[in-house]
């Protein structure tokens, strides 16, 4: 259903750092975009749905608007419960906040996950559906 979504961040490097952490626990990939950004999403072979995560300022942002002010939420797919367990350890190890430990959350569907704010204040999720197997990769 989502091709794409973005978010502008203060600091290219810190962010990528981050990034790069968190994308291998769940089967994703950061690629080159431009010098100011880059993509996470599955591959290059793949490449939507995908995260945007750059440093300039979007045309489509309103006066006032800065990296940082406008908390965003992603929900990322995890493979499996120890997916999560692993997102959250190494985005914590990169500079993320714990947000919400690895866990089962009431009322969502088999739900498990976890949440982390990335170094600019983003709400970064991981989420394990063990009901719903093909979400899961083969």
């Known amino acids: 259903m989502i091709d794409h979504s973005g978010i502008v961040v203060t600091d290219l490097a810190l962010a990528r750092a981050f990034y790069d952490a968190i994308a291998a626990p769940l089967g994703l990939v950061t690629v080159d975009n431009s010098p100011q950004s880059f993509l ?60 919400g430990a690895p866990g089962p959350r009431e009322g969502a569907m088999g739900y498990y996950g976890a949440f982390l704010l990335d170094p600019d204040g983003n709400n970064i999720e991981a989420a394990f559906r063990d009901n719903l197997p093909y979400l899961r990769k083969a």
């Open 40 to 99: 996470l999403g599955k591959s290059k072979e793949e490449p939507i749905p995908y995260l945007w995560i750059g440093t300039p300022r979007p045309s489509y942002w309103i006066e006032g608007s800065r990296a940082g002010i406008n908390q965003m939420h992603v929900a990322l797919i995890a493979p499996s419960k120890d997916a999560v367990h692993a997102f959250h350890a190494a985005g914590v190890a990169a500079g993320g906040k714990d947000h």
